[in-house]
């Protein structure tokens, strides 16, 4: 249980080599600040997330904690799973703060970073919500589309735009017709620039625009954005649209110099035991659920490089990005290999379709934990209810009398409350078994999960609280509260979230800076 100080772990994140940098503080925590290309992996979801972040056993793995002591526990829990080689960094977040390294509020920081910095080199071209609320009342108005997932477009959107991700919009061009003008939009920066400089390096420079700061300069223009959105199907591609798609990918591999592996190369980097390598089927989340391929994981093109550390847990490791036609991956590698990755392209066969499914790490075991039913547990009276759901849940609605607490804030909980039976309810019945472990190592003898958790309270009439002002925000570690209502009217906090992310450059130090390859334009 090696800790080091923050100079030498910072070295380590800087040095080259492969390296999982995980910050086991809580969402809001992170959010409020952290080391740059620290990978978010809180301490109440490390077993459940860990396998996917960091799939090699035999990875080097170095923690960051508040200096609170946790970082101790997730060692532990991590050795327990079978990773052999971890170390902790001696003071955690405060002593990476007293030693003067950047730190950054938000989330998926490098991604948007790299965004910014990709605008200083292709300047795209931008246009205002003024200057579009005119162009969409021209003919021809340009074709508008949203770069975002369809979740995220659901929510809201700029009037008349359609949902086509980045990626997914390049590959399919041939089938939108031949626009005269182009706009594309996102909730603010980030994947409306990349969006642009993808089409435009799909062959339609000049022709393309980004809406200036998305759906938030919209709103901050005094218009609205419409709510409780349909996505529509994504246009289909004939035979002739799929060739242009590969013609395209072809051209952008060239240009760049971006690497292609086959199904025998897949499987022989797979093999290796000194390397992480990590692969991905890129394609619409239809294609992968009509034609799945076992041996990937599904991370859509555009999403998998705004959000890499979602996916992506170990610095300088290899990525395999797969699908049909070669653009969406060769799109998805232009930005990652600018992330410090080595990505390899691949375009789906029948041979990649037959591979194997990768092994997957096995969470910890838990031990046998009792359960008892939510009706049973209505007729003790000596039992403290430990509701450790996400805050939101908690404040919404819990079991009177219930006491809210995390995983890192367990043990001074447990001690507060003393002897007695403690009853546990989480979100899912896997992590209420892992809290309740945690808790058995804490010295609790008694202890039971609540079958069906807070829901089944709740249908056998136990008493509830609604609209909780309880837990307060500065207790809510778990919630990313950082300018969290700037989709929800919050103007202000638009205004602050874009002064954040147009800051970004202006943060990186030095050794930072040289972290991201970037590609010139030519």
């Known amino acids: 249980m090696k800790s080091i100080p923050v100079q030498q772990a910072r070295a380590l994140v800087h040095g080259g080599n492969e390296i999982a940098f995980l910050d086991i503080r809580e969402a809001g925590q992170f959010v409020e600040g952290h080391p740059l290309f620290a990978i978010p992996l809180p301490y109440s979801m490390l077993e459940h997330r860990i396998g996917v972040l960091v799939p090699r056993l035999t990875c080097p793995i170095l923690l960051i904690d508040n200096g609170d002591g946790v970082a101790l526990r997730a060692l532990q829990r991590l050795a327990e799973m079978g990773y052999a080689d971890i170390l902790h960094t001696d003071g955690g977040m405060s002593a990476w703060v007293k030693a003067g390294f950047p730190v950054y509020k938000g989330v998926n920081v490098p991604s948007k970073t790299l965004g910014e910095m990709a605008e200083h080199i292709w300047h795209p071209k931008m246009v205002t919500a003024d200057d579009l609320a005119e162009a969409?009342?021209?003919?021809?108005?340009?074709?508008?589309?949203?770069?975002?997932?369809?979740?995220?477009?659901?929510?809201?959107?700029?009037?008349?735009?359609?949902?086509?991700?980045?990626?997914?919009?390049?590959?399919?061009?041939?089938?939108?017709?031949d626009p005269t003008q182009?706009?594309?939009?996102?909730?603010?920066?980030?994947?409306?620039?990349?969006?642009?400089?993808?089409?435009?390096l799909a062959g339609l420079d000049g022709t393309v625009a980004a809406l200036e700061n998305g759906t938030q300069g919209w709103a901050l223009s005094g218009r609205d954005l419409e709510r409780n959105n349909q996505?529509?199907?994504?246009?289909?591609?004939?035979?002739?649209?799929?060739?242009?798609?590969?013609?395209?990918?072809?051209?952008?591999?060239?240009?760049?110099?971006?690497?292609?592996a086959n199904c025998d190369e897949i499987g022989r980097m797979m093999a290796d035991p000194d390397r992480t390598t990590y692969v991905f089927d890129v394609r619409s989340p239809k294609e992968a659920i009509d034609d799945p391929i076992a041996v990937a994981e599904h991370a859509a093109s555009g999403q998998l490089v705004q959000a890499t550390d979602q996916w992506v847990g170990v610095?300088?490791?290899?990525?395999?990005?797969?699908?049909?036609?070669?653009?969406?991956?060769?799109?998805?590698?232009?930005?990652?290999?600018?992330?410090?990755?080595?990505?390899?392209?691949?375009?789906?066969?029948?041979?990649?379709?037959?591979?194997?499914?990768?092994?997957?790490?096995?969470?910890?075991?838990?031990?046998?934990?009792?359960?008892?039913?939510?009706?049973?547990?209505?007729?003790?009276?000596?039992?403290?209810?430990?509701?450790?759901?996400?805050?939101?849940?908690?404040?919404?609605?819990?079991?009177?009398?219930?006491?809210?607490?995390?995983?890192?804030?367990?043990?001074?909980?447990?001690?507060?409350?003393?002897?007695?039976?403690?009853?546990?309810?989480?979100?899912?019945?896997?992590?209420?078994?892992?809290?309740?472990?945690?808790?058995?190592?804490?010295?609790?003898?008694?202890?039971?999960?609540?079958?069906?958790g807070h829901d089944a309270l709740a249908k056998s009439g136990a008493q509830l609280t609604l609209d909780s002002q309880y837990p307060d925000p500065s207790e809510a570690i778990d919630f990313p509260w950082f300018v969290h209502d700037r989709h929800d009217g919050n103007l202000e906090s638009s205004r602050r979230y874009l002064a954040w992310e147009t800051g970004l450059i202006a943060q990186l130090d030095a050794v930072e800076k040289a972290a991201f390859r970037l590609f010139e334009k030519t």
């Open 315 to 452: 610095r300088n490791s290899r990525l395999i990005v797969c699908c049909d036609t070669g653009l969406r991956s060769a799109l998805a590698a232009f930005w990652l290999c600018q992330l410090g990755y080595d990505v390899h392209i691949v375009r789906i066969t029948d041979k990649v379709r037959h591979m194997a499914a990768r092994p997957t790490v096995d969470a910890a075991p838990t031990g046998r934990i009792n359960s008892i039913s939510a009706s049973d547990l209505l007729t003790m009276t000596d039992a403290t209810v430990l509701d450790m759901r996400p805050s939101t849940a908690f404040r919404a609605a819990h079991v009177t009398g219930a006491i809210w607490t995390t995983r890192p804030g367990l043990s001074n909980e447990l001690a507060r409350i003393g002897t007695g039976t403690i009853a546990i309810l989480a979100d899912t019945e896997d992590r209420a078994e892992t809290f309740a472990r945690d808790a058995a190592g804490l010295g609790v003898r008694d202890i039971l999960i609540v079958d069906g």
């Open 182 to 200: 182009i706009v594309v939009t996102c909730a603010g920066r980030t994947r409306g620039i990349t969006g642009v400089i993808g089409l435009m």
């Open 136 to 177: 969409i009342k021209s003919s021809p108005a340009p074709a508008f589309f949203d770069a975002r997932p369809a979740s995220e477009y659901a929510k809201m959107r700029v009037p008349g735009a359609f949902c086509l991700p980045n990626g997914e919009l390049a590959h399919r061009m041939s089938a939108i017709g």
């Open 231 to 260: 996505p529509s199907p994504f246009p289909e591609l004939d035979a002739s649209g799929l060739a242009a798609s590969r013609q395209r990918a072809d051209t952008l591999i060239e240009r760049f110099s971006l690497q292609v």
